[in-house]
Nanobody, 116 residues
Framework: QVQLVESGGGLVQPGGSLRLSCAAS????????MSWYRQAPGKERELVAS????????NYADSVKGRFTISRDNAKNTVYLQMNSLKPEDTAVYYC?????????WGQGTQVTVSS
């Protein structure tokens, strides 16, 4: 069974950090470009960060540049999103996406809430 499972979300104070993980099962991430998206209440899903299958190239939304870092460990079949200096506006459900040409998979999402 093909699955992407996100974990690591939670409640954190402004300025804090969280590390999200996205673990794949039923397939290998090695040949997939990976991305993190987020969706806040009442808003459309937006791309947060992406990393190519080789890990050589990364891309970030302007709103998270310098604060978030996407990485991958193909040996562990896992992708990460390190989030630092979190702001209330980062509050959203974060989703992991694996994409290879027209084939894509989504995780179920993990809630991140930034609040004092």
């Amino acid at each position: 069974q093909v699955q992407l499972v996100e974990s690591g979300g939670g409640l954190v104070q402004p300025g804090g950090s969280l590390r999200l993980s996205c673990a794949a099962s039923g397939f290998t991430l090695r040949s997939y470009d990976m991305s993190w998206y987020r969706q806040a209440p009442g808003k459309e899903r937006e791309l947060v960060a992406s990393i190519t299958s080789t890990g050589i190239s990364t891309n970030y939304a302007d709103s998270v540049k310098g604060r978030f870092t996407i990485s991958r460990d193909n040996a562990k079949n896992t992708v990460y999103l390190q989030m630092n200096s979190l702001k209330p506006e980062d509050t959203a459900v974060y989703y992991c996406n694996a994409q290879r040409r027209l084939l894509g998979y989504w995780g179920q999402g993990t809630q991140v809430t930034v609040s004092s």
